[in-house]
């Protein structure tokens, strides 16, 4: 049993998640030199389920080699990637405040599906690693967001580094018409899921 897990996010949400259900976490970030923007291209003609799991995958084979190369002690690797799809079409991070409105304006007043890929590593001492993995799906409806709201919500900066410009737990709540699925899943790390694959990892959860 582990315990203890590295979280390869750089997201306050997943952390604080974590540490709610009594998980403990050491964060292993990138180093200065890893493109990891680089890792969440996507391709043409991609399905957005298959993007978010391609690209969690990705980032958690750069995280175990990571530990490997920092000489850390052993212990299980969570790497997790959310996106926001429209249809077919993937909503990631806004690019600025502009790229944030056209996304937000586009979302207001429809339906659309947040996908959290969720995988956990654990390596062992002979270099090899055991993997597991999830996909959360959920769905999300918006009402009809005003273009002066959309543009007070974007000024405060909150859509910024958050897939489909929103964040739910923030203000953006306030304009959500329904949702189905994971809550903890639209923020970024669905519960059940992760509960599942820490346990098969080895990781002792609070309950």
């Known amino acids: 049993m582990s315990d203890f897990i ?28 890893e493109d990891v923007e680089a890792l969440e291209a996507v391709r043409p003609g991609e399905a957005p389920a298959t993007y978010v799991q391609r690209v969690t995958g990705l980032k958690l084979q750069a995280s175990v ?16 990637d959310t996106t926001v799809a429209l ?6 991070k ?20 947040v996908l959290t890929a969720v995988a956990v590593a654990r390596p062992t001492a002979r270099g090899e690693a055991r993997t597991w993995a999830a996909l959360s799906r959920s769905q999300v409806e918006f009402d009809d967001w005003r273009e002066a709201d959309i543009r007070r919500y974007v000024a405060s900066g909150e859509p910024m580094g958050k897939a489909g410009a929103y964040a739910i737990q923030g203000t953006a709540a306030l304009h959500i018409h329904h949702i189905s699925g994971s809550y903890s899943g639209i923020m970024g790390l669905p519960a059940h899921e992760t509960a599942q694959l820490l346990r098969a990892a080895g990781v002792t959860l609070a309950c």
């Open 87 to 92: 249809g077919r079409r993937i909503l990631g």
């Open 6 to 33: 590295y979280l390869a996010s750089q997201s306050p949400r997943r952390r604080q998640l974590l540490e709610l259900w009594g998980v403990r976490c050491e964060l292993l970030l990138p180093d200065a030199g």
């Open 94 to 113: 806004p690019e600025d405040a502009a790229d944030a409105q056209r996304m937000l304006s586009a979302l207001s007043g429809q339906r659309h599906r």
């Open 65 to 80: 080699a990571r530990l490997k190369r920092r000489g850390l002690p052993l212990a299980p690797v969570l790497c997790a």
